[in-house]
């Protein structure tokens, strides 16, 4: 069993950063297995970063450079800092640990852009 749990989100204005964290606890192997997705309210969730073979992070088409996702293997967390908001950002971003095909999520972390 692996608990997913997220934080960081915040109000922010336009142009702004924020720092999301996310830990996993239980049965961790590696946080080479995590990663972010958002989604907003009637819509599907869409990908924001997570990390392909070799350990490099992948993202959405989005993100534009915006976003750097990082980990730490040794807290079993990872991180994804925003830069640059805009308010289409606006989401919850959901946090997730894969073990094979199943994906362990977390509660998610409201971030809203707005001024």
């Known amino acids: 069993q692996v608990q997913v749990v997220e934080s960081g989100g915040a109000l922010v204005q336009p142009g702004g950063s924020l720092r999301l964290s996310c830990e996993a606890s239980g049965t961790v192997f590696s946080v080479y297995n995590m990663g972010w997705y958002r989604q907003v309210a009637g819509e599907q969730r869409e990908l924001v970063a997570a990390f392909v073979s070799g350990g490099r992070p992948k993202y959405g088409e989005f993100v534009k450079g915006r976003f750097t996702f990082s980990a730490d293997n040794a807290k079993n967390t990872v991180y994804l800092q925003m830069n640059l908001l805009q308010p289409e950002d606006t989401a919850v971003y959901y946090c997730?640990?894969?073990?094979?095909?199943?994906?362990?999520w977390g509660q998610g972390t409201q971030v809203t852009v707005s001024s």
């Open positions: 997730y640990y894969r073990r094979g095909t199943f994906n362990y």
